[in-house]
T-cell receptor
């Protein structure tokens, strides 16, 4: 199993450009996530998906879009890049279990990250 | 608002000793709490999960405790090794959907040989 893969590893964008960060997982996980991590800061959730065709906003969704047409893939689209989007982006996936509180996500598996610089 | 507190300063421990990291949370009623390890330039790696009805969980040299009354989790590494040096993140899950998982900023652990 490759686990969670992300491309590209690094990218430099000019202000106003657009790009798509790719994420794929081969573990048949239903949950997938996009986070950003700024230096010295914690992970902030951008968007997440609980299954193919279903996406929802996280804590910091502005300036980003996602789609989930298959279980395996969860691309993140940046439109009109801004310097504030300079960050390291991590994609993750997890399975879910049904417990006392309903269906809960467990054990996130993270990709290696994409380091994005917007100048 | 929900808040997670982890030691913001680096924790320096002598090799062979037990390292103890603290995670305090407020305004959460977590269904479970997870601990992750993150090395520089890499994605976090899952270590342990402890459920709300569990007091303690062990895995090899790792031990996690969970006190829902104190709203605190402690993460212990026994017989610490320089290879244990990393940043450790705690993540309580509050439920209510896949966005209920929030990560703390992490504690940077340094094991001195």
């Amino acid at each position: 199993n490759a686990g969670v893969t992300q491309t590209p590893k690094f990218r430099i964008l000019k202000i106003g450009q657009s790009m798509t960060l790719q994420c794929a997982q081969d573990m048949n996980h239903n949950y997938m996530y996009w986070y950003r991590q700024d230096p010295g800061m914690g992970l902030k959730l951008i968007y997440y998906s609980v299954g193919a065709g279903i996406t929802d906003k996280g804590e910091v969704p502005n300036g980003y879009n996602v789609s989930r047409s298959t279980t395996e893939d969860f691309p993140l689209r940046l439109e009109l890049a801004a310097p504030s989007q300079t960050s390291v982006y991590f994609c993750a996936s997890s399975y879910s279990r049904v417990g006392r509180r309903g269906s809960l996500p467990y054990e996130q598996y993270f990709g290696p990250g994409t380091r994005l610089t917007v100048t | 608002s929900q808040k997670i507190e982890q030691n913001s300063e680096a924790l320096n421990i002598q090799e062979g000793k037990t390292a103890t990291l603290t995670c305090n949370y407020t305004n959460y009623s977590p269904a479970y709490l997870q601990w992750y390890r993150q090395d520089p330039g890499r994605g976090p790696v899952f270590l342990l999960l402890i459920r709300e009805n569990e007091k303690e969980k062990r895995k090899e040299r790792l031990k996690v405790t969970f006190d829902t009354t104190l709203k605190q989790s402690l993460f212990h590494i026994t017989a610490s090794q320089p290879a244990d040096s990393a940043t450790y993140l705690c993540a309580p899950y509050s439920g209510g959907g896949a966005d209920g998982l929030t990560f703390g900023k992490g504690t940077h652990l340094i094991i001195q040989p």
